[in-house]
């Protein structure tokens, strides 16, 4: 049976290279939820992201399990500062996405972007469309790329760390917008993050990796206060305090 549009569901996911580096994990994800998964670096979480998308860096490869997707699914990574194209105008990279989704006239895609800034809070998206990614800001960058995600209008937006190159208030902002966008259109989230602290201040639910192994999971607030792992602990007695950030998130 199909799932429902929104809905993720990876089952016993095993990731091989020389060695395998992701172990049977089994995770879902329902219409509409903001779920985390939380790991220190080499734990196996950002290659799951890319195996849900079939983007596994080269020499790697699904080697067990399933990964079922219900609708269209669009991912946002973790370094705006590489992406881009720089010698495109960003305007013109967003239009050209938007008429690849939706067809039409270059004039009907350049309006859609220019609504699609707006959507993403960035200031004057006029004078935006015309520049080049070395004339925005980290920041901006960023919310260029999350543009450029909506528009192909997806069910399940991946998020790889989305503000780990941003600072601290900038960080603030994009979570509240991330956030926002979810709630007014309806996105399932699957939120990527080292810092337990930013996941559970947008996600209602935590899975937590180590070694390629899930080793927790549940609500955010039984997470942060009532850990049961002791890797789980480790993570949150170095994030104190917590317990109002999960209070903010639970769902």
């Given at each position: 049976?199909?799932?429902?549009?929104?809905?993720?569901?990876?089952?016993?996911?095993?990731?091989?290279?020389?060695?395998?580096?992701?172990?049977?994990?089994?995770?879902?994800?329902?219409?509409?939820?903001?779920?985390?998964?939380?790991?220190?670096?080499?734990?196996?979480?950002?290659?799951?992201?890319?195996?849900?998308?079939?983007?596994?860096?080269?020499?790697?490869?699904?080697?067990?399990?399933?990964?079922?997707?219900?609708?269209?699914?669009?991912?946002?990574?973790?370094d705006?500062?590489?992406?881009?194209?720089?010698?495109?105008?960003?305007?013109?990279?967003?239009?050209?996405?938007?008429?690849?989704?939706?067809?039409?006239?270059?004039?009907?895609?350049?309006?859609?972007?220019?609504?699609?800034?707006a959507?993403?809070?960035?200031?004057?998206?006029?004078?935006?469309?015309?520049?080049?990614?070395?004339?925005?800001?980290?920041g901006?960058?960023?919310?260029?790329l999350?543009?450029?995600a909506?528009?192909?209008?997806?069910?399940?937006?991946?998020?790889?760390?989305?503000t780990?190159?941003l600072?601290?208030?900038?960080?603030?902002e994009?979570?509240?917008l991330?956030?926002?966008?979810?709630?007014?259109?309806?996105?399932?989230?699957?939120?990527?993050?080292?810092d337990?602290?930013?996941?559970?201040?947008?996600?209602?639910?935590?899975?937590?990796?180590?070694?390629?192994?899930?080793?927790?999971?549940?609500?955010?607030?039984?997470?942060?206060?009532?850990?049961t792992?002791?890797?789980?602990?480790?993570?949150?007695?170095?994030?104190?305090?917590?317990?109002?950030?999960?209070?903010?998130?639970?769902?």
């Open positions: 049976m199909s799932l429902s549009r929104g809905a993720l569901a990876v089952t016993g996911l095993r990731i091989t290279g020389e060695t395998e580096l992701v172990h049977g994990i089994d995770l879902s994800l329902e219409p509409g939820e903001a779920l985390g998964i939380v790991g220190e670096s080499g734990s196996g979480k950002t290659l799951t992201l890319r195996a849900v998308t079939g983007l596994l860096p080269r020499g790697l490869r699904v080697s067990g399990g399933q990964v079922e997707v219900g609708g269209r699914v669009a991912m946002i990574f973790q705006p500062l590489s992406y881009p194209d720089p010698m495109t105008r960003v305007g013109s990279l967003l239009a050209e996405v938007c008429r690849a989704r939706h067809g039409g006239s270059v004039v009907s895609a350049r309006a859609r972007a220019r609504d699609l800034f959507d993403v809070r960035l200031p004057d998206p006029d004078a935006l469309l015309r520049r080049y990614p070395h004339q925005l800001s980290g901006q960058r960023q919310r260029v999350l543009a450029i909506l528009a192909t209008e997806p069910d399940i937006l991946l998020c790889d760390e989305p780990t190159a600072d601290v208030t900038v960080q603030a994009v979570l509240a991330l956030a926002e966008l979810r709630a007014g259109r309806g996105l399932s989230l699957l939120f990527v993050s080292h337990l602290a930013v996941v559970a201040s947008l996600c209602g639910r935590v899975v937590v990796f180590r070694d390629g192994v899930l080793v927790e999971t549940g609500l955010t607030a039984d997470i942060v206060n009532r850990p792992h002791v890797y789980t602990k480790a993570l949150v007695d170095a994030v104190l305090p917590l317990p109002a950030l999960a209070e903010v998130s639970g769902e």
